[in-house]
């Protein structure tokens, strides 16, 4: 069956740290997102991609950084700028058409220690 | 620029009572709507969508939502709620011009009581 994958479901980070949360998705779509959800709120845009290299800030990129060297994966790094990383990270995937959906993995939950 | 709106972070219902989950968008071209579902540390699961074609909406688990252009609304109902419903759900936008950016509501949290 075609869908995302996210690793690790679970992930903790010393301060000072930079971590890395990854996304691999095997629909073949051209563009992939990540966003921060936090508890009681709504989805925040941190990063899409809506081709091979080439990529786009959303509206909380600061303290993240991301690479689209493949068509299939997306990972995103939470470096140690990001002062507040403790958030569900979501990645997305979609189809090229307008009128098609996104389609989402299943998170990985991170925490700082 | 587009938006949407959900009313009501929380609503709880009674088992076997219809559920009503209110969301209003703005946009300035004809939208693509979209109603998803989010079960606790899950992803969103795409529960139906509208993209221009028949108003009326049927999705998955008995839910529907109407398109009203007139009222800028795409409300998601079900006729007899059950326990597992209850979740947190999302309303999001798109439209042909931004068709790969979406707009998100801050999410409506479902109560079912038994």
């Given at each position: 069956?075609?869908?995302?994958?996210?690793?690790?479901?679970?992930?903790?980070?010393?301060?000072?740290?930079?971590?890395?949360?990854?996304?691999?998705?095997?629909?073949?779509?051209?563009?992939?997102?990540?966003?921060?959800?936090?508890?009681?709120?709504?989805l925040r845009?941190?990063?899409?991609?809506?081709?091979?290299?080439?990529?786009?800030?959303?509206?909380?990129?600061?303290?993240?950084?991301?690479?689209?060297?493949?068509?299939?994966?997306?990972?995103?790094?939470?470096?140690?700028?990001?002062?507040?990383?403790?958030?569900?990270?979501?990645?997305?995937?979609?189809?090229?058409?307008?009128?098609?959906?996104?389609?989402?993995?299943?998170?990985?939950?991170?925490?700082?220690? | 620029?587009?938006?949407?709106?959900?009313?009501?972070?929380?609503?709880?219902?009674?088992?076997?009572?219809?559920v009503l989950?209110?969301?209003?968008?703005?946009?300035?071209?004809?939208?693509?709507?979209?109603?998803?579902?989010?079960?606790?540390?899950?992803?969103?699961?795409?529960?139906?969508?509208?993209?221009?074609?028949?108003?009326?909406?049927?999705?998955?688990?008995?839910?529907?939502?109407?398109?009203?252009?007139?009222?800028?609304?795409?409300?998601?109902?079900?006729?007899?709620?059950?326990?597992?419903?209850?979740?947190?759900?999302?309303?999001?936008?798109?439209?042909?011009?931004?068709?790969?950016?979406?707009?998100?509501?801050?999410?409506?949290?479902?109560?079912?009581?038994?």
């Amino acid at each position: 069956d075609g869908g995302i994958t996210q690793s690790p479901k679970y992930l903790f980070r010393k301060e000072g740290q930079n971590v890395t949360l990854s996304c691999e998705q095997n629909l073949n779509h051209d563009a992939m997102y990540w966003y921060r959800q936090d508890p009681g709120q709504g989805l925040r845009l941190i990063y899409y991609s809506q081709i091979v290299n080439d990529f786009q800030k959303g509206d909380i990129a600061e303290g993240y950084s991301v690479s689209r060297e493949k068509k299939e994966s997306f990972p995103l790094t939470v470096t140690s700028a990001q002062k507040n990383p403790t958030a569900f990270y979501l990645c997305a995937s979609k189809d090229r058409r307008s009128n098609q959906p996104q389609h989402f993995g299943d998170g990985t939950r991170l925490s700082i220690l | 620029a587009q938006s949407v709106t959900q009313l009501g972070s929380h609503v709880s219902v009674s088992e076997g009572a219809l559920v009503l989950l209110r969301c209003n968008y703005s946009s300035s071209v004809p939208p693509y709507l979209f109603w998803y579902v989010q079960y606790p540390n899950q992803g969103l699961q795409l529960l139906l969508k509208y993209t221009s074609a028949a108003t009326l909406v049927k999705g998955i688990n008995g839910f529907e939502a109407e398109f009203k252009k007139s009222e800028t609304s795409f409300h998601l109902t079900k006729p007899s709620a059950h326990m597992s419903d209850a979740a947190e759900y999302f309303c999001a936008v798109s439209d042909i011009n931004t068709g790969n950016q979406f707009y998100f509501g801050t999410g409506t949290s479902l109560t079912v009581i038994p």
